[in-house]
């Protein structure tokens, strides 16, 4: 079957690369059973079988090479057996939701995370659609290194994809979207991705194997991805519970939680930057007009010609071992020389720096505001935006987003090199900015923080950018 028949018009899309390194833990062996997913993705530059996949034929859900000789034994395919009755049971009273996936924060890394979910498939005929949607609402992200978390729960006989599908939905993928692909998560796996792994492995290249992870446990996937907070569908949270009888659950009242919290703070150090509230950096770090140390420093390096106009700046990753070595040594109060730092691993303390902040530097009392700024008609956004920034900000707030704006549209000066437009930039800082005290931020409401960001970044100069001490209101 010809891959490009199924679709049409061009899918876009980004692409899968290998995983970056997070840990001091050995990546898992990918030539386990219980580790990688194969049908999600192929390679065809890097195939080591030398036949393409273009003229397999389907036996069941698998994608055999064509072969005269072959004959086809009705009996013996394992697809065709009830294995994923466990999974189907969870899901059975699900209704889907309008979204296709979620967004599920960024991770340790401030990389963007997006669930997708076998129980919300609609039936083989309408995956096609479906497919199309996902790729709609994930395309604004992709031009950044990104994770993709799949939950296996919900998989049915009646919703699932067959392997030519998935191949000729790859191969229309746009490159972004395979190679900007960092980790693919797969959780939850049952002996149905056990099969089709042994079957695909001998096409599958190992640069591809290194970013399929299986996860067996929400606890470990929070783990993988350094979130404490994870909003999941009750069905996925329901079979964890299921399948991991013996994990207990935290039996602190909220309340002690709160009240741990505070005692941690109060016994932090003065010297920390990092995981504290920007109120206590600014009483007991030597801050000019309320701009944190380590973020003047951040900022003053990437402002040098030659790194200002590095191509993908914010987009690439840095080294995490050596963001959090540098966090550790900032918060022991030690003064740290970025000279010789990599421009990712700077560009990637920067984020985390807003990122670990405990309250988000557009604070939580601006984000259901904000997360309506789509909703605003054209003529009122400027007057709106202007208002929320100079009358709801606490002063070391607004002082330190207006400095990081101005710094941000230094760096959109340079987008001839560093393909950073304000676009690109709000996508990569909109999340960093802003988040829900609660709940996960869900995707329907990133895109309005980051159209938020990127219309204060467009209209600085019209919107907020005076000295502190001018936003009083004069009185008659």
Same mark, same amino acid.
């Given at each position: ?25 050995? %990546? ?56 994923? /009755?466990?999974?189907?049971? +969870?899901?059975? =009273? ?7 996936? /979620? #967004?599920?924060?960024?991770?340790? +890394? ?24 996902? $790729? ?59 099969? $089709?792994?042994?079957? #695909? ?21 929070? +783990? ?32 002690? =939680?709160?009240?741990? @919290?505070?005692? %941690? ?49 914010? *987009? ?15 918060? *022991? ?47 009122? *956004?400027? *007057? ?38 304000? @676009? =690109? ?12 005290? @609660? ?6 409401? $990133? ?7 990127? #219309? ?21």
């Amino acid at each position: 079957m010809d891959a490009h028949s199924r679709f049409a018009p061009r899918l876009p899309g980004p692409a899968i690369n290998p995983i970056v390194d997070n840990s001091d833990e050995p %990546q898992p062996s990918l030539s386990d059973l219980h580790d990688f997913e194969p049908k999600l993705e192929f390679d065809d530059t890097e195939l080591l079988a030398p036949s393409p996949l273009e003229k397999d034929v389907m036996v069941g859900d698998f994608v055999l090479a064509e072969d005269p000789e072959l004959e086809p034994e009705e009996d013996v395919n394992p697809l065709e057996d009830d294995f994923e /009755d466990q999974l189907r049971e +969870q899901s059975e =009273n699900f209704q889907t939701p309008r979204n296709k996936c /979620d #967004f599920l924060g960024t991770d340790k +890394q401030g990389r963007h995370i997006f669930g997708i979910y076998a129980s919300r498939f609609p039936e083989k005929s309408q995956l096609e659609g479906f497919v199309r949607e996902i $790729i709609k609402e994930i395309e604004p992200f992709v031009e950044n290194d990104y994770i993709l978390v799949y939950f296996h729960q919900g998989l049915k006989e009646d919703n699932k994809p067959s392997a030519q599908f998935l191949w000729n939905s790859y191969k229309e993928l746009d490159r972004n979207f395979r190679k900007n692909l960092k980790t693919l998560y797969v959780v939850h796996p049952t002996w149905f991705i056990r099969v $089709i792994w042994n079957f #695909f492995s001998p096409f599958i290249s190992d640069k591809f194997r290194k970013k399929l992870v299986y996860i067996s446990s929400l606890d470990e996937l929070r +783990q993988a991805l350094g979130l404490n907070k994870l909003k999941l569908p009750d069905n996925i949270c329901d079979l964890d519970d299921k399948l991991n009888p013996s994990r207990k659950p935290s039996t602190s009242p909220p309340s002690s =939680n709160i009240n741990a @919290s505070r005692q %941690q703070q109060h016994k932090m150090a003065t010297t920390h930057q990092f995981g504290v509230p920007l109120k206590f950096i600014v009483m007991n770090s030597p801050c000019l007009n309320s701009i944190p140390p380590i973020v003047r420093k951040c900022v003053d390096s990437l402002s040098i010609t030659g790194v200002i106009d590095t191509e993908g700046i914010f *987009r690439r990753s840095g080294n995490h071992s050596e963001i959090m070595a540098l966090k550790e040594r900032v918060n *022991r109060g030690e003064d740290v020389d970025l000279k010789s730092v990599n421009v990712h691993v700077i560009a990637g303390l920067l984020k985390s720096f807003l990122r670990d902040l405990a309250e988000p530097l557009l604070t939580f009392e601006l984000y259901e505001d904000v997360t309506r700024f789509l909703d605003w008609p054209k003529e009122e *956004r400027s *007057r709106n935006v202007t208002q929320l920034i100079r009358e709801k900000l606490p002063e070391e707030n607004y002082e330190l987003f207006k400095y990081i704006v101005e710094f941000l549209v230094r760096v959109m000066d340079c987008e001839d090199l560093n393909k950073m437009t304000s @676009s =690109n930039l709000a996508i990569v800082f909109g999340p960093n900015f802003l988040w829900s005290r @609660s709940t996960s931020t869900s995707l329907e409401e $990133i895109a309005p923080i980051n159209a938020f960001v990127d #219309f204060v970044l467009q209209n600085h100069k019209d919107i907020y950018l005076i000295d502190v001490n001018q936003r009083t209101v004069s009185v008659d």
